[in-house]
């Protein structure tokens, strides 16, 4: 009896200590470091490995010119987020200090960084992308004296050096009693398109901004105009605890007419609010978005590696913002912060089942846009509307001349109207289709209708094309713009009718007559002059997930034992999620599972397991990675799928390394779908 009550005591500690590891990513080793952003939809900021510095933040949406002759590029920010820490006098350094550790709190979304300074003093402190707050951060700190110890504090807004005449200050603004200290720097983005504004302010607990003499005296030094700092000096008796926070926003004219005082208002705001109420509102408004939540029983690995991608494409997205994601995300300048097919056919697909207010804001994003894209195809000779394949805040093309895919990668187009279908079917939203989604789906099968070439046998082909194999460049028939146009037509017809209106009888005619080539074999054809050369990505394999054009079991078999050995080992990480999805729905768990876990385990870095682009690159965070690893999860082994009837579940199956699997937050009913063995 004695040694039955021993054991369940040591399997209860660790169930908990694996519940606590479920949302808790921490490190003690700092080599081979690749950090992983702290972002709320408006701004991404990315710690380093060195105690009380960043490496940069990212700001959504704000572009200027990358050169005079480039084109648009997301603009880093200034960093408002460096501090430095001096005790007795000597600054604190990565080579001073002991017990370094850092974790990733995903359930709250913060960022803890810990570590002793010799013998004298604890040091912790928690990095927050305010989700209440959006345009702020928040750092809390909190220094444990072990000895009797001074220390100095200096917050930093450090501007890079592209931006243009920026203006540092620092002044105590007053309201009657209330003092408001307020450090700030406003420039010009690099080629002037936009002002930029960042203001800070320290907060020390327990201290009321009414009562000034109470507060330490800062100390303003203009470095130069682009480091602006303020400091301040504390003792700390042995034993004793200072508990203090830097807050800090930033605004740019992208969004506000005076991002100045507008950044200012936001300090003020996190100043004044009590700091259990700033975060509590903070971590509420997570809890809410973790309502749409992944839980995996029995395999801790893969728990944590679904909520961190899960995470960061809750951290690089809004409900309430209409913008959408980059591939990388918040976490860096990468791709130039464009807006590509990523968002539509990668990462959309599970927000959308998770949280349909992100997913509208995404879709929002693009027929936000659809004057521009209108505009596009008349400039290039066709009907109807043509997204661009890199997007920016005009919704104008915005790849380099260079790249052929913005000129020829028309398969874009396709994917914003399967996704604007899918948010339909999902939402079941009547209103929300006649307003947004069927003008945007007209015009993408009228573009498609004069897209479309018919040859002297009726049937039709889409010349001079870039696939998703961007290794074909200016091909015919390429199977997955094909396959995609082909699913927008269909998709238009059958908006039309939900609303009553009467759809192009052309729509569905060309529909059926656009081609999709076969080898001999049966094996589909990744376009008319494919003779098996490597693949860049998956291409005809997408034309049975998520298209469902190829739906009978030998093609399907045929094309995935054709096509996964022409993988490039170089080419992005979502080809295998593919693979996998459709070969659970074949119920064939345990290639699945390998398919899931070669999909992106070569391409996790340490020591958080940020995901790269590609298992020989090393850019992450890659967000486009993360949504095709959720896809695997949820249309693959969850057996979900996305009918005219909304979410429905048909054969999900497990892998033999997990106990269970459950889907919550599903829809707008918010339903939980639970697979065990």
Known sequence: MKKTVIFFSVFICLQLNAQHDEWNIATKTPENYTGVVVANGRIGILPSKNPFEIEQIILNNVYDKEAPLGVSRILKGMNFADLELEINGEKITPDNISDWKQTLHMKKAGFTTEFNFKDKAKIKYTLYALRNVPYSGYIDISVQAKKKISIKATAIIDTPEEYLNPLSTFRVLRDLETTMPILQTVAKSRLGKHTVASSGTFIWEGINSTREHQRPELVHTKVSEYKNTVSFEKEIARGMSLDFAWTAAQCTTQDFDDPQTESERFVIFNLLTPKKDLLQQHFDLWNELWQGDIRIEGDLQSQQDIRLGLYHLYSFSRADSNLSIAPMGLSSQNYNGHIFWDTELWMYPPLLLLNQGIARSLMNYRS??????????????????????????????????????????????????????????????????????????????????????????????????????????????????????????????????????????????????????????????????????????????????????????????????????????????????????????????????????????????????????????????????????????????????????????????????????????????????????
Do not use: C
Not at 431 to 437: C, I, N, S, T, V
Not at 440 to 454: C, G, I, M
Not at 494 to 523: Q, S
Not at 564 to 580: D, N, R, T
């Open 368 to 677: 936000d846009r659809l004057e521009k894209a209108k505009q596009k195809a008349r400039n290039f000779g066709y009907r109807g509307a043509m997204f661009p394949w890199e997007s920016d805040d005009t919704g104008e093309e915005a790849t380099p001349a260079w790249a052929l895919t913005g000129i020829f990668e028309h398969h874009i187009t396709a994917d914003v109207a399967i996704a604007f279908w899918n948010f339909y079917r999902v939402t079941q939203n009547s209103d929300w289709l006649k307003e947004r989604g069927y003008p945007l789906l007209k015009e993408v099968a009228d573009y498609w209708v004069s897209r479309a070439t018919r040859n002297n046998d009726g049937i039709y082909s889409i010349k001079n094309v870039v696939g998703a194999d961007e290794f074909a460049p200016n091909v015919t028939d390429n199977a997955f713009t094909n396959g995609s146009a082909i699913k927008a037509l269909e998709y238009a017809t059958l908006a039309a009718k939900k609303i009553n209106r009467t759809p192009n009888p052309e729509w569905l005619n060309v529909a059926k007559k656009i081609r999709i080539l076969r080898f001999e074999d049966g094996t589909v054809r990744g376009h008319s002059t494919y003779d098996g050369d490597r693949i860049k990505q998956a291409d005809v394999n997408l034309l049975t997930y998520p298209l469902g054009v190829i739906k009978d079991k030998e093609t399907i078999l045929k094309n995935l034992r054709y096509y996964e050995p022409k993988l490039a080992e170089e080419g992005p990480a979502m080809a295998q999620a593919v693979f996998s999805v459709i070969y659970a729905r074949l119920g064939n768990a345990e290639e699945a599972y390998r398919l899931f876990k070669r999909g992106y385990e070569p391409n996790k870095r340490p020591p958080f397991g940020a995901l790269a682009e590609a298992a020989t690159s090393n850019n992450p965070y890659f967000a486009t990675g993360a949504g095709g690893m959720l896809q695997a999860v949820i249309f693959g082994f969850g057996g979900l799928y996305i009918t005219e009837d909304g979410v429905v579940q048909k054969n999900p199956i497990l892998p033999k390394q997990w106990k269970s699997l459950t889907i919550t937050g599903v829809g707008p009913d918010r339903k939980t779908f639970k697979i065990e063995k």
